[in-house]
């Protein structure tokens, strides 16, 4: 289980604390803040990126194969229903979307690329978002 918490320093900023690290969040200058940090979606872009090349690299560690290094650049955008060719679902509105390239260098053969391909989509952050995730809110006063 992991338990992170923030809380609100100034204007848009917040402390951010799983116990053991703290860091920063805000929102950019555009949206009314003073970008002192990453924004809530960078944040979730980097919890995704961290789980990916963490997995990949375990991965490659188990298997006993020569990984060089793994980068992944991810990038969030919101688009219409009707402009998503590849969309299931024929909904009006906007469609969240997570565009990932992971580049992973080491000398591995065609099956190892193939099934570290795999691999980059089974990090357990990347499962949870795939499959949704269920809430309960509470606000306390």
């Known amino acids: 289980m992991s338990t992170v918490t923030a809380t609100l320093t ?3 900023v917040v402390s951010i604390t799983n ?3 703290e860091w920063t969040g805000d929102e950019p200058v555009a949206a009314g803040g ?3 940090g990453p924004d809530p979606y960078e ?3 980097g919890a995704l990126a961290a789980c990916t090349c ?3 690299s375990l991965y490659c560690q188990h298997k006993g194969m ?3 290094s793994v980068t992944a650049s991810l990038e969030f955008s919101r688009i219409h229903a009707d402009d998503c060719a590849d969309c299931d ?4 509105g906007k469609i969240e979307h997570i565009a990932s390239n992971v580049e992973i260098k080491g000398d591995f053969d065609e099956a190892q690329q193939k099934r570290l391909a795999q691999i980059a989509r089974r990090c357990p952050v990347h499962k949870t978002l795939a499959q949704g995730v269920q809430f ?3 606000a306390t006063f």
Request: glycine fraction near 8%; aromatic fraction near 0%; avoid cysteine.
């Open 89 to 92: 679902d024929d909904a009006s």
């Open 19 to 21: 116990g053991r690290h």
């Open 136 to 138: 309960t809110d509470r």
């Open 43 to 45: 944040l979730l872009l």
């Open 10 to 12: 100034t204007g848009t």
């Open 54 to 56: 963490a997995t990949i």
């Open 34 to 36: 003073t970008d002192t």
């Open 66 to 68: 020569a990984l060089e």
